[in-house]
């Protein structure tokens, strides 16, 4: 299939396109490098199948045109601020990395009759919401700009398959992790422990847990319900049923930088910052329903990602 993969120089974007690649499909990744990187994309460089365009996909007359000279047949949108804490003191982040961005694809689906999308959604959708987090869990009410633009991007999607006639897959992923991240908890342990290997700041109590997804699996996760699901409308939270709290972060990095008697500080509070979900663990009843399940626990997707991010052998 030809398939445009958005924000595919990123951390997710480009394992999605490394699989889709693998598959025999025909991808173009678009993102304009302000969080992907090319070196996550360099090694399809020379492959017939693979192309990279540059571009702002908020430019939705270039990005228009990049539908009409590709015919696509499915998007796989994965461009968005990736970066939470950034958000809460930019409202203009979210409304155009994550939310805006979700518009502009719609507007050129819609314009070049392509009809399959496939969108990474999130957990932030569900703000602090303590019922059983099923796909069907509501009203919704997010904490962060980041979830509501997730969550609206959702709701447009879902009105695009009644009034525009296209088929969606929607995925809300947990806190990802895995080779080419650029942020995250462990990601700050590793660099402060690297400049003062006695002693660690913890922002929050370190009692925060949720579930940890390694990157591989979720791609695998995506791939299996975007092939498995076949409805106009497909939604599915995807994660694992284990979840792991800030503490045991801090001692899976320690241990494997091979430190001892590092000093855990904590700055306090139940959570690391605003908009931050402290806990959290929905039901993954319905995509195991389908056939599909995490093949590392929560604790294994952390111990993964560290090792990678130490350049450890996996």
Not at 74 to 84: E, K, L, R, T
Not at 175 to 185: D, K
Not at 221 to 226: A, K, P, T
């Amino acid at each position: 299939m030809n398939i445009l993969v958005t924000g595919g120089a990123g951390f997710i974007g480009s394992h999605l396109c490394d699989m889709l690649l693998e598959e025999g499909h025909r991808v173009v990744c678009v993102d304009d490098l302000s969080l992907g990187r090319l070196e996550n994309i360099a090694h399809h460089t020379g492959n017939p199948l693979f192309s990279f365009i540059e571009l702002n996909i908020l430019k939705t007359d270039q990005l228009n045109t990049v539908f009409k000279e590709h015919g696509f047949e499915h998007v796989f949108h994965m461009a968005a601020n990736s970066d939470i804490q950034q958000g809460a003191s930019d409202l203009n982040i979210d409304l155009e990395k994550t939310f805006m961005t979700t518009f502009s694809i719609l507007q050129c689906m819609k314009n070049n009759a392509v009809k399959n999308i496939v969108f990474a959604s999130s957990s932030a959708v569900y703000g602090e919401n303590t019922a059983p987090l099923t796909e069907d869990t509501g009203p919704l009410f997010p904490i962060s700009f980041y979830g509501a633009a997730k969550l609206a991007s959702e709701a447009y999607i879902s009105a695009a398959c009644e009034n525009v006639g296209i088929r969606a897959w929607i995925f809300r992923f947990p806190n990802v992790v895995g080779e080419r991240a650029t942020h995250g908890a462990m990601f700050d342990f590793i660099k402060k422990l690297q400049q003062n290997p006695h002693k660690l700041e913890i922002l929050g109590d370190g009692t925060q847990t949720k579930p940890y997804l390694y990157v591989k699996d979720l791609v695998d996760g995506i791939m299996f319900g975007w092939k498995n699901a076949h409805d106009a409308l497909n939604y599915f939270n995807l994660g694992v049923d284990s979840a792991t709290d800030v503490t045991t972060i801090a001692e899976i990095v320690v241990e494997e930088m091979g430190l001892a008697d590092v000093e855990f500080i904590y700055t306090g509070g139940d959570r690391g910052w605003v908009g931050d979900v402290p806990k959290f663990q929905y039901s993954l009843r319905k995509i195991n329903a389908l056939g599909w399940t995490a093949r590392r626990t929560s604790d294994e997707a952390v111990r993964c990602a560290v090792q990678a991010e130490l350049g450890k052998a996996r």
